[in-house]
């Protein structure tokens, strides 16, 4: 499986059930360096879609308890997501997904223009459409790629406790000459 977050992530959870070696390997120089990267590390729930409202509620546990899990830090900020809309299809869109959402469980609810700027002061509602849909258990984890350190990213963190699950030592490993960064290797 791949370096990004979904293939560190299977990776981790497999050598938490005890699926004995696992190994990740990563074309790029490093981990987390394809689509992941592109992550802006929002955790939401507001999709328009009942598997991606799914998949979000089953994953959004463990970016909140990451750092109890895993013993890091990766910066989760739980701040709610803000949709405006102006009037017309996008809004309609945005009603309907919010209908999706609450009857799939995800606290959605529609607020007002008063209640959007009271939300966000600085927000200009004069002409967005006549609500907004607003998810207060959504958040941010910071840390999703760190550029400036990738091993401290949820990526790198993610593969590292992935490591220590499964018994060996996150080591570097080269194959024609390529680097494969995540390579597990039981411990010597």
């Known amino acids: 499986m791949g370096g990004g977050i979904v293939g560190v992530s299977i990776a981790y959870h497999l050598a938490r059930r005890g699926a004995g070696r696992v190994v990740i390997l990563e074309r790029e ?7 992941t990267s592109k992550a802006t590390g929002g955790i939401r729930h507001q999709f328009s879609t009942e598997v991606n ?3 979000s509620q089953m994953s959004s546990p463990h970016f909140i308890d990451f750092a109890e899990e895993t013993g890091t830090d990766i910066g989760w900020r739980q701040h709610g997501y803000l949709f405006l809309a102006l009037p017309g299809p996008k809004w309609d869109a945005l009603q309907q997904s919010a ?12 607020v007002t223009p008063k209640e959007a700027r009271a939300l966000v002061p600085q927000l200009h509602v004069d002409d967005l459409a006549e609500g907004y849909v607003r998810v207060a258990e959504s958040g941010l984890a910071a ?3 760190n550029l400036t350190d990738r091993s401290r990213s949820t990526v790198g963190e993610m593969a590292a406790a992935a490591a220590r699950a499964a018994g060996c030592a996150r080591t570097p490993s080269t194959k024609r000459g390529r680097s494969v960064p995540a390579a597990a290797q039981p411990p010597t």
Not at 29 to 35: A, I, N, R
Not at 99 to 108: C, D, I, S
Request: glycine share 12%.
């Open 29 to 35: 120089p490093e981990l987390g360096t394809g689509s």
């Open 53 to 55: 409202i799914r998949l």
């Open 99 to 110: 209908a999706l959402q609450v009857r799939l469980g995800v606290p959605t609810r529609l």
């Open 143 to 145: 840390e999703i790629f």
